[in-house]
């Protein structure tokens, strides 16, 4: 088993920020902290950080793998944070590729990884990872699209308990992405996303957005979507919006 070293901050302004400086300490060094004054999120959002309500780390990977399989990293995070929660009581877990992870349609965890150098050799990546937790209620502007472990479950879980066992999975998932490739990782992952197959979403990326319906992943992670004029496209990277004419 990974020996994590968690470093605890009660307040900081971004465990991702932080844990930048670390890029030359153990593989699995951790930051996590009870507040965040700039919580980041993907695509330049900022994420809200309740203070004390949520889990806010970030985890320092030092993986000697090729950064072509990275974006499988992407995923086992995602898979981890829905099976924790599911092991927690959470009813309605689903992942929105690649790894915003949903309970009954709302956002419950977001996951923002970067890569960082430092004059390091070989690759580091800093995997933030956000878990809306205790939080009873969230700003208008969250109010119909966020919710937590707490409004789920109606019950409130020590913070601590969620992160140990997080990290415990994600040190399990990075070891099968270690000794066994992507297979598992993606059949684990078709389990647990409805947004795998078969939904209708636009996809916002880099060079534009684009529609069609969603029909699985390739080796690498990328998903596949077939356009209305039937071409497959693979998409790396971007922002999923389900469409509504399929909504079930
Ligand atoms: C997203 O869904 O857009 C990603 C959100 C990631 C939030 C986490 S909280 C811990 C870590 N530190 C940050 O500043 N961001 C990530």
Redesign the pocket.
């Known amino acids: 088993m990974h020996r994590f070293v968690i470093h605890h901050f009660e307040t900081i ?5 932080e844990l930048k400086a670390w890029v030359n300490a153990d593989e699995f060094t951790v930051i996590t ?1 009870a507040d ?1 004054t ?6 330049d ?1 900022s ?1 809200h ?1 309740a203070p004390g309500d ?5 985890v320092l990977l030092r993986p000697t793998a090729q950064p072509e399989s990275v974006p499988l990293i992407s995923l086992l995070t995602g898979i981890t944070v829905a099976e924790t929660l599911m092991e927690f009581g959470a009813a309605g877990i689903d992942i929105k590729w690649p790894n ?1 992870v949903l309970a009954c349609g709302k ?1 419950i ?4 990884i970067e890569g960082a150098s430092a004059g390091a050799t070989g690759l580091r990546l800093i995997v ?3 878990v809306n937790i205790n939080q009873r209620s969230f700003p208008d502007d969250l109010a119909d699209t966020a919710t937590s472990l707490a409004l789920i479950t109606e019950r409130s879980t020590p913070v601590d308990a969620i992160r140990d066992a997080l990290l415990d999975r994600f040190a399990r998932w990075y070891d099968v992405w270690r000794n066994c490739g992507g297979r598992a990782i993606i059949a684990r992952y078709c389990e647990l996303s409805s947004y795998a197959t078969g939904k209708l979403v636009r996809i916002l990326t880099d060079s534009g957005d684009l529609a069609g319906e969603t029909c699985g992943l390739d080796a690498s992670g990328a998903l596949q979507l077939r356009t209305p004029a039937g071409e497959i496209r693979t998409v790396i990277s971007g922002e999923v919006v389900r469409l509504r004419e399929n909504e079930d």
């Open positions: 302004k971004s465990t991702n920020d902290a965040q700039a919580g980041r999120g993907r695509r959002r994420w950080s949520g889990l806010y780390m970030s915003d956002k965890s977001g996951v923002l933030g990872i956000g």
